[in-house]
């Protein structure tokens, strides 16, 4: 089992930064692959970015890249997200996810923290 804790998110104006954080526990992290997902009422979710914790790849939503910069820190067992250049149309639930090798999709996730809600200003 991996268990997974995001950190607060938080109301930020059009233009702003914010940076998400996923605490990861319960088993090492080595053959999994970590991915940030997002979510608005009404809509799936959406597919934000992923970084394999072995060797560091990563990939973004093209709404996203050049914004968005996602990381992780060994020692803390944690994923980060780094959000800039904010835009109304991120405001959503930001989702943490684990999953073993390199998940096409956000059903071969296998663990899913509590989401966190994002929310920018125009």
């Known amino acids: 089992q991996v ?15 914010l940076r998400l954080s996923c605490a990861a526990s319960g088993r090492t992290l080595t053959s999994y692959t970590m991915g940030w997902f997002r979510q608005t ?5 959406e597919f ?8 560091g790849s990563t990939s973004y939503a093209e709404s996203v890249k050049g914004r968005f910069t996602i990381s992780r820190d060994f020692a803390k067992s944690t994923v980060y997200l780094q959000m ?11 989702y943490c996810a684990a999953g073993l090798g390199v998940p096409a999709t956000s059903t071969e996730y296998d663990y899913w923290g509590q989401g966190t809600q994002v929310t920018v200003s125009s």
């Open 41 to 45: 009422p009404g809509k799936e979710r």
């Open 3 to 17: 268990q997974l804790v995001e950190s607060a998110g938080g109301l930020v104006q059009a233009g702003g930064s």
């Open 84 to 94: 800039n250049s904010l835009k109304p149309e991120d405001t959503a639930v930001y």
């Open 48 to 55: 934000v970015a992923h970084i394999s914790w072995r060797g």
